[in-house]
């Protein structure tokens, strides 16, 4: 499979998976006679795990360190990676608490704004 149907499978940018290739966070992947990328399924694999880590907020760096510990030994750097995973985990369990906060901030605010409006409407209306 080509770049560009894989971008549109997994949803991401050709440019990011090139990004995602040149950083080794994708392992690189094979290439036709004309030099084009001939993505597997293990590479697709890899490409919607990485997506998936950084929609949880995973940075590059961390996941350069998850790899890694992969490649260092994949049974052995079990702990390591667990660690790493749950450490991640208990950070965006508290942005998603900081965020639940925000909106319900948000909703509190709205709500506001639509019972002042619906006062403001009513008192203005000119008599029929």
């Given at each position: 499979?080509?770049?560009?149907d894989?971008?549109?499978?997994?949803?991401?940018?050709?440019?990011?998976?090139?990004?995602?290739?040149?950083?080794?966070?994708?392992?690189?992947?094979?290439r036709?006679?004309?030099g084009?990328?001939?993505?597997?399924?293990a590479?697709?694999?890899?490409?919607l795990?990485?997506?998936?880590?950084?929609?949880?907020?995973?940075?590059?760096?961390?996941?350069?360190?998850?790899?890694?510990?992969?490649?260092?030994?994949?049974?052995?750097?079990?702990?390591q990676?667990?660690?790493?995973?749950?450490?991640?985990?208990?950070?965006?369990?508290?942005?998603?608490?900081?965020?639940?906060?925000?909106?319900?901030?948000?909703?509190?605010?709205?709500?506001h704004?639509?019972?002042?409006r619906?006062?403001?409407?009513t008192?203005?209306?000119?008599?029929a």
């Amino acid at each position: 499979m080509q770049i560009k149907d894989v971008a549109a499978q997994v949803g991401l940018s050709i440019e990011a998976i090139r990004y995602y290739e040149k950083e080794g966070l994708i392992v690189p992947v094979a290439r036709d006679e004309a030099g084009r990328r001939q993505f597997t399924r293990a590479n697709i694999d890899q490409i919607l795990f990485i997506r998936h880590m950084r929609e949880a907020g995973l940075g590059i760096d961390v996941l350069r360190q998850y790899i890694a510990l992969i490649e260092q030994d994949e049974l052995a750097t079990i702990p390591q990676r667990r660690e790493l995973l749950a450490n991640e985990a208990q950070q965006l369990q508290v942005r998603i608490k900081e965020l639940t906060q925000a909106l319900n901030l948000l909703n509190l605010k709205v709500a506001h704004y639509d019972e002042h409006r619906c006062k403001n409407e009513t008192a203005y209306r000119p008599n029929a």
